[in-house]
Nanobody, 122 residues
Framework: VQLQASGGGLVPAGGFLRLSCKVT????????IAWFRRAPGKERELVSCIYGRDGSILYGDPVKGRFAISSDIAENMVNLQMDSLKPDDTAVYYC????????????????WGQGTLVTVSS
């Protein structure tokens, strides 16, 4: 199983970015795919998660109403559309896979991508 995150960059506050996670050798029906982030000096936190079997979606409170997660089964991709970005969104973003439904605890996720840096300037 491999996950490859891409799409990070530098954007001004109020701007947008779209992150993508390319997933290989796992079924979206059997795994939840999540985005986590880690900001400097802070704990890793769940941003969003999608579970293909029932279509359930989870968002962290700081991003509700601004971010949207989606999956493209044909392309084996999970995308994270991030709008109305704030400087507090600055972090390294990781995609991860959990053999089950969406959960908040990062320790439950077995597979991780390499991370992509998002920097939001004020």
């Amino acid at each position: 199983v491999q996950l490859q995150a891409s799409g990070g960059g530098l954007v001004p506050a109020g701007g947008f970015l779209r992150l993508s996670c390319k997933v290989t050798e796992l079924s979206f029906d059997d795994y939840a795919i999540a985005w986590f982030r880690r900001a400097p000096g802070k704990e890793r936190e769940l941003v969003s998660c999608i579970y293909g079997r029932d279509g359930s979606i989870l968002y962290g409170d700081p991003v509700k109403g601004r971010f949207a997660i989606s999956s493209d089964i044909a392309e084996n991709m999970v995308n994270l559309q991030m709008d109305s970005l704030k400087p507090d969104d600055t972090a390294v973003y990781y995609c991860a896979a959990d053999p089950g439904w969406c959960v908040i605890a990062a320790v439950m996720y077995d597979y991780w991508g390499q991370g992509t840096l998002v920097t939001v300037s004020s």
